[in-house]
């Protein structure tokens, strides 16, 4: 069987140069090049997007396993086996507090300036891509999916297929019900910068202060404000009373895609596919937001494919065996 190679790209951004919480502005991405890359100079192929969830970043999708191959041993099999080829490409959007969801920030950084304007068009310059938004897809899975999906949503001039797995949807079912953990795991170690201390100081990050980080991170995403040192963000509880603060919690729903789904229809209803997925036993409830989402989809006679799998939201990467093949096909790779 032919195989594609990995070339590990060291690309240093301008726009995440003084990030808030100084993370590193040079970052290491992994781009997938089909088998027939090197023996046919002519040939231009499509381009996807493969966005990796919270706490993720490009190269962990290369993580070889006994029984979780690689993202390039994937696409090698799904090529042999008949799919169309198409260049990878894995960014790293990783933050000190987990993930940046894609979004810009002023407490993260500014990771879909750097997606959108710096890394899309560096890939079209270095790589024989064919360069048009019919031919590049974007796709991913958790915080990777809600990214995919909003950045079809508010880039569809860049993007002309979405795939998500198990993105983040309604926020209300997905994040709520975590915020009074995040709040006891905080006032429990005495503040939120003590605890933060403490979790970046553990060899061992345990269950709790996880799910803790991934409320810190949303903040940061959904409700950033340079005002408040020292993390820059408002919080949707109050770490003193802990009383819930629905001001800053609307700030979080503006970017739920559930919400924007109406003001972006148009856009979605331009793409060449719309995939999304979800396992029915999702741990944070995404399978409920997911069939919300694509019915309010069909209500507005947007096209889309919607499966779910029997199975959580944890160890799914064999799911891009299911989406690759789709945005092959409709991004018109060839074999």
């Known amino acids: 069987m032919k195989t ?12 995440l140069k003084g990030n808030a919480p100084g993370d590193p502005h040079q970052r290491t991405v992994p ?8 023996e046919r100079p002519e040939r231009r192929y499509p381009v996807a997007f493969v966005l990796t ?3 993720g970043r490009g190269r962990m999708l290369l993580n070889d396993n006994l029984w979780s191959p690689p993202l390039d041993a994937r696409m090698d099999a799904l090529v042999a086996g008949g799919c169309g080829e198409m260049i990878l490409v894995m960014p790293d959007c990783a933050t ?10 002023t407490a993260t950084g500014r990771y879909e300036t750097h997606l959108i304007a710096e890394l899309v068009p560096f890939v079209d310059r270095t790589f024989r891509t064919l360069a048009a938004r019919e031919h590049r ?11 995919a999906l909003v950045q079809g949503m508010r880039h569809p001039e860049v993007f002309g297929a979405v795939a998500c797995h198990s993105g983040d949807l309604y926020f209300e079912y997905c994040y709520r019900g975590d915020i009074p953990k995040f709040l006891a795991r905080v006032q429990n170690a005495g503040g939120l910068a003590k605890w ?3 979790f970046e100081a553990a060899r061992q990050k345990k269950h709790e202060d996880m799910v803790a980080l991934n409320i810190l991170g949303m903040a940061a995403a959904y409700s950033p404000n340079p005002a408040t040192p020292p993390f820059g963000i408002d919080l949707p509880c109050d770490l003193e009373t802990g009383a819930f603060r629905e001001h800053i919690w609307e700030r979080w729903l503006a970017h739920d895609p559930i919400r924007l789904l109406e003001r972006h229809a148009e856009a979605l209803r331009s793409l060449v596919l719309l995939y999304l997925d979800c396992g029915i036993r999702d741990e944070w409830n995404l399978h409920l937001g997911l069939r919300l989402f694509v019915h309010r989809l069909a209500a507005l006679g947007i096209r889309h494919e919607h499966e779910e799998f029997d199975d959580g939201h944890m160890n799914i990467q064999y799911r891009y065996e299911v989406s690759l093949p789709k945005m092959a096909g409709a991004l018109g790779a060839q074999g």
């Open 4 to 15: 594609g190679r990995v070339e590990w790209v060291r690309f240093e951004s301008e726009v």
């Open 31 to 38: 781009v997938y090049l089909p088998p027939s890359y090197d």
């Open 53 to 55: 969830g919270f706490t």
């Open 96 to 105: 000190r507090y987990g993930g940046s969801q894609y979004l810009d920030s």
């Open 137 to 147: 897809g974007v796709l991913g899975k958790s915080s990777g999916g809600y990214g």
């Open 196 to 198: 933060f201390a403490e």
